[in-house]
């Protein structure tokens, strides 16, 4: 999942590639997927948010991109290490 870069509908934006994902680890569903949000300064210091996608809101995964129904503010987080 990480080469695929994510897309939402909603606004028809470029929200960034897959990062990580959280799974439920009774079950072994994928509940989220974790995109980054843009780095701070040229790539080095980490993102200021991240977006947390749930996996209802996947509305479909191609072999280069996945396509999501979001609002943005509702998905993006601060991340822990600002």
Do not use: W
């Amino acid at each position: 999942m990480r080469q695929k870069e994510v897309i939402n509908t909603c606004d028809c934006k470029r929200m960034g590639f897959v990062d990580d994902v959280n799974i439920d680890i009774k079950t072994g569903c994928i509940l989220d997927i974790i995109v980054p949000g843009p780095s701070r300064f040229c790539g080095l210091i980490c993102a200021e948010f991240e977006y947390v996608i749930p996996f209802k809101c996947i509305v479909q995964i191609g072999d280069d991109i996945i396509i999501v129904k979001v609002k943005e503010d509702e998905v993006k987080h601060n991340c822990k290490f600002t």
